[in-house]
């Protein structure tokens, strides 16, 4: 390779979940070079403002809590929900791995790993998230992985230095990528690489790409890093990548607005209740997934709703870092009577009592084939929710080994992608986001790519 700076065998863009994973298992190889290019931890990562919920079919952490699953079952609920027959080969590849990293992360990087036996989500059969003891969130899974990236002999991780175009070259009609311009202490330098990772997530905080793709979205609040501007689907599309499932995003439907916080998802699950601005409910809380939850808000009148859940579904939901935060801002209130909610959140009082009195909170947390708690008891808490967009999920067509496809149907050379830059499993809406679908594309592809390099793949790519 000649007219480069300087050369690695791996040039990674971006340092979250997909980037860190891939670097990780590629430079298990002792004689590969691999460098992360990330463009600021300062302003992060969605991995590390996630839950860092990992959803996995098979793990020894769910056998020795009695929960019989495996991943093609897990596969089998993601394409039920996603309705993306398409996808079944992706998402069968990363159901495949998600087990072996999720034991990998606790055996071998001693990430704190357990089973969320109180993490019901819609469309799971089983309970499948996996997360860290104590509940920290993703920031505590970023630290694990940046961890080990610091003690790898042969991976750079270099901050602050964004990734700004691919380097590739078109012969006998193919294109082969082989390197990366990056924007070092502000200067341009060219990086040779045998293959290039995309790993620098979708296009959340782009609104120009926001508005072509997902005009849905538009106007809704963001709930994602600033750093997502879609730049590596941008260079994709740009060297003649196919897309897909480009209107696919997380949204989410219990964001507190005026507070930016989030509820903990498994509320609906324990027997919470919504209403809209008339008092009365307008949903089934435990038939949808948070994302296309966020679609059927959206629709309401004002596009808020008000959720209401008791003492007894509190204690639960408050074993998580999202509901911390929802505390520690005031986003929640604990009222004595339907009077006294009606009025702080102006619903017509009646309608509201009526409707109490009307509902029986079943559980499907203690008992999948739902617990009758029976009526609500008061005090009741209750918080305004609206609807959110976290992260867009469609990108760059990708083979099963990540490799980018171009549009004409064969691989781009030497060109890999994940995590929200790739193509995604969760179909071409908000609607078919099943919970960890995210990570799972992340850490998943992250893991695949990084072994086929290891494993000789960069002789073939
Ligand atoms: C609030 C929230 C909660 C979520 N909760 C969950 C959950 O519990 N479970 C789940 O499965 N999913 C969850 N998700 C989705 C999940 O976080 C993402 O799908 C996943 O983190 C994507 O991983 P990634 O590695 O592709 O991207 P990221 O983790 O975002 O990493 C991409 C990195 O690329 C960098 N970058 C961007 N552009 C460039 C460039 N040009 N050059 C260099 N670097 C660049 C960014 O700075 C960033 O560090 C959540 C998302 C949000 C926002």
Redo the contacts with the bound molecule.
């Keep these: 390779m000649t007219g480069f700076d300087y050369e690695v065998d791996v040039a990674v863009?971006?340092?979250?979940?997909?980037?860190l994973m891939a670097a990780l298992r590629a430079a298990r190889d002792p004689g590969l070079v691999v460098a992360v290019?990330?463009?600021?931890t300062k302003?992060?990562?969605?991995?590390q403002?996630?839950?860092?919920?990992?959803?996995a079919g098979g793990t020894r952490f769910q056998r020795e809590a009695g929960i019989d699953d495996s991943p093609e079952r897990h596969a089998a609920d993601i394409l039920a929900v996603n309705r993306d027959p398409d996808s079944a080969p992706i998402v069968h590849a990363l159901c495949r791995v998600a087990p072996r990293y999720v034991e990998w992360l606790a055996d071998e990087l001693g990430h704190p790993v357990e089973i969320g036996v109180d993490m019901a989500r819609s469309g799971q059969s089983v309970p499948r998230l996996h997360t860290d003891t104590g509940r920290a969130g993703?920031g505590r899974l970023v630290a694990t992985l940046r961890k080990a990236v610091e003690s790898a002999d042969n991976i750079a991780f270099v901050d602050n230095t964004?990734?700004?175009g691919l380097i590739a070259e078109t012969a006998g009609g193919r294109v082969r990528v082989t390197g990366v311009e990056v924007l070092e202490n502000g200067e341009r330098r060219r990086v040779g690489a045998k293959a290039v990772v995309l790993?620098?997530?979708g296009f959340g905080n782009n609104p120009t790409m926001l508005a072509e793709y997902c005009p849905q979205a538009v106007g809704a609040f963001y709930?994602?890093?600033s750093?997502?501007?879609g730049?590596?689907i941008s260079w994709g599309i740009g060297l003649g990548a196919a897309v897909r499932n480009m209107g696919a995003y997380?949204g989410h439907g219990l964001v507190v607005p005026g507070h930016g916080t989030r509820l903990n998802p498994v509320l609906p699950f324990l027997g919470a209740l919504l209403v809209g601005v008339d008092g009365r409910r307008f949903v089934d809380e435990k038939a949808q997934g948070y994302s296309k939850l966020g679609r059927i808000i959206a629709g309401q009148p004002t596009g808020r709703a008000v959720l209401i859940w008791d003492e007894r579904m509190h204690e639960i939901a408050m074993n998580s870092e999202l509901m911390r935060e929802s505390a520690a801002a005031g986003a929640f209130a604990r009222y004595g009577s339907a009077a006294e909610l009606a009025a702080a959140f102006s619903l017509p009082e009646q309608a509201l009592a009526e409707t109490l009195a009307a509902f029986r909170a079943v559980s499907v947390v203690e008992d999948p084939s739902g617990f009758d708690h029976g009526p609500l008891e008061f005090p009741l808490l209750a918080a305004w929710v609206t609807h959110g967009i976290?992260?867009t999920q469609g990108g760059l067509v990708v083979d099963t080994t990540g490799r980018v496809r171009h549009r004409d149907g064969g691989p781009i050379a030497n060109l890999y992608a994940?995590?929200?830059?790739a193509c995604g499993i969760s179909g071409p809406s908000a609607e078919g986001y099943m919970?960890?679908?995210?990570?799972?594309?992340?850490l998943g592809f992250g893991w695949i790519i990084g072994d086929h390099l290891a494993g000789g793949g960069l002789k073939a790519a």
């Design positions: 863009v971006g340092g979250g979940a997909c980037g290019y990330e463009k600021s302003e992060g990562c969605n991995t403002f996630s839950s860092g919920s990992l959803a993703g964004p990734g700004v790993a620098a997530d709930g994602g890093v750093t997502s501007t730049d590596a997380l976290l992260t994940g995590g929200g830059s919970s960890g679908n995210g990570l799972l594309s992340a």
